[in-house]
């Protein structure tokens, strides 16, 4: 079954520091992979996806299919940048799996 | 564009009783879908559809039936309600080889 594993349920970073949100995927044959985001009070909403190769806000995210991850970074954690993300993936059709999510909140 | 709109907001549900959730898109997206969000859980998929006419089970789809009589409209059903099926539920909908866009959920309280 394919599977998203985001490890940290909570991540507390202090403004101005880097960002690492990780990201796991089952392999399975050419999965593609998307970060979506859900900001408070608001509806979940697409951040990238790895086959853009693009970065959003400030954040970007490589495949990685050695290790099977996307993680997502940003250099310098902004407070905007505290919400719900959402890791997901599809494999040749358009349904996502996504992870359980990981709550970002940035420290003043 | 009002992307993708949701009703209602809110619902608050005695066990036994039915509802139906509306979803409808005006983007003229082939696929739709329908995701519960419980805490701690992430989302997972009740039903979705590719097209008008053509509806299938996703990971969790017992208690909820669907169906899509139009690309623009795709209601999510519950029978019978029960404490088990009170989460937030989202629908979206994406064109082929894209991002979803999402409702702004419905949350539902069974009690």
């Known amino acids: 079954a394919q599977r998203v594993t985001q490890p940290e349920k909570l991540l507390s970073v202090f403004k101005g520091a880097p960002v690492e949100l990780k990201c796991n995927y089952s392999?399975?044959?050419?999965?593609?992979l998307f970060w979506y985001v859900q900001y408070s009070r608001q509806r979940l909403q697409l951040l990238l996806r790895?086959?853009s190769r693009e970065s959003i806000k400030g954040f970007t995210a490589d495949l990685n299919k050695g290790e099977t991850s996307f993680h997502l970074k940003k250099p310098f954690a902004q407070e905007e940048d505290s919400a719900m993300y959402y890791c997901?993936?599809?494999?040749?059709?358009?349904?996502?799996?996504f992870g359980t999510g990981t709550r970002l909140t940035i420290i003043p | 564009n009002a992307g993708v709109t949701q009703t209602p907001k809110f619902r608050i549900l005695k066990i036994g009783q039915s509802m139906t959730l509306q979803c409808a898109q005006d983007?003229?997206?082939?696929?739709m879908y329908w995701y519960r969000q419980d805490p701690g859980m992430g989302l997972k998929l009740i039903y979705y559809?590719?097209?008008?006419?053509?509806?299938d089970k996703g990971e969790v789809p017992n208690g909820y039936n669907v169906s899509r009589s139009t690309t623009e409209d795709f209601p999510l059903r519950l029978e019978l309600a029960a404490p088990s099926q009170t989460s937030v539920y989202f629908c979206?909908?994406?064109?082929?080889?894209?991002?979803?866009?999402f409702g702004s959920g419905t949350r539902l309280t069974v009690v």
């Open positions: 979206a909908s994406s064109p082929i080889n894209y991002g979803y866009t």
């Open positions: 559809s590719v097209g008008a006419g053509i509806t």
């Open positions: 392999y399975s044959g050419s999965p593609e």
């Open positions: 983007m003229n997206h082939n696929y």
């Open positions: 790895h086959i």
């Open positions: 997901a993936r599809s494999f040749g059709n358009e349904k996502l799996t």
